[in-house]
């Protein structure tokens, strides 16, 4: 039985990149903000509406995060999601901040603060697997890092109006849109934060090589740079990809009777997550796929709070604990999805589906 894959990234060709090694091989400069990390940035700023001087690339957006956080006062509060990727709260606490884990929307599965929001304290929202931007769903705080890792290929891509003071992170790890392999692309506020997360990146280098800000190695490399400018050049054609693999799991879903806040994403994502009515139905649906070669995983699969790597974070949890996190970590699935997907695999994972739900009904 063929194995259906959960995820199959897929980077640009080496045909496709060889262009850009070639020059990169002519300059000489491998890494540093050499010339393809610049034009990347000048792409970026395009496809985002701003200035080439806001958008600074950087290794990975765990790093993008902890770099624009940073740049608060050292024991912040910063108020995220518990249900989120951990790469959220590491980045928090690596950058020295007390974490304040929240529950998530039912709705949306987007942090729910019911506090009123802080002028001191900061925020990170959380786009879960590719969600739209809505900048002024926060418009009350005043420090607000967007996490928008796998949200590179949302619709509403507008960055002109982000306000002074926050910043927007999205990745460029090879399983999201527009992969580079690693790395991540930060839009700041201002020209000012846009250098200062520069220096972050560059062990806290200033103006001379003494390291008189936070910082740490986290510069995107120039092959990397090679890699996002070629997944750039075939946008359309991948946005394309993902958009017909959508429709085979729309169809799916609405066979199923099944979905997600993420089914009715209006732009592109490399997620395909299903909640099931109870835990127990969502365990039957992991063992009678895996049965059958399908993988599938549970995205994300514990809440952040509860992992030991924060057990000797600073950290705060809302009284009322989390009952909406609770409830969506034991029944939701991520189901195979990649721009290779085809109609059999998918029409193999409803038939594992359907049997269970007839085994149940
Ligand atoms: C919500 C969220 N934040 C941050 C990250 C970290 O991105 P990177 O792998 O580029 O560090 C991810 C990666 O999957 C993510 O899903």
Redesign the pocket.
Known sequence: MERVRVMWPRLPEADAVAGYLRRMDAARTYSNFGPLVTELEARYAERFNVSASRVVTCS??????QGALEMLPAGTTVHCPSW??P??PI?IASAGHRIAFHDVSDVDWQIDVDNEPSQRDAIVP????GAQFELARWSQWKYVVL????SGGATDLDLSGLPATWAV?V???A??VLGAG???VVILGTDAAAERFRSFTNLGFVVTRSSDVPGTNAKLSEPGAAYGLAALDQWEQEEREWRAARELVQAAEARLGLGSPCSSYPGVNPYWILRFPTPEIRHAVEVALAAQSIESRRW?EKRCDQMSAFDTADVVSPTGGFPVSDAVVSTVLGLPFHRDLTLAEVDRVVSVIESVQGAVA
């Not at 990975?60 to 995060?65: I, K, R, V």
């Not at 996490?147 to 796998?150: K, V």
């Open positions: 990975s957006a765990t790093l993008g995060l989120t990727f790469a959220t980045a959380v786009l879960p697997f996490d928008a890792a796998a992170v990745s460029l790890h399983t999201k690693e790395g991540g994300w």
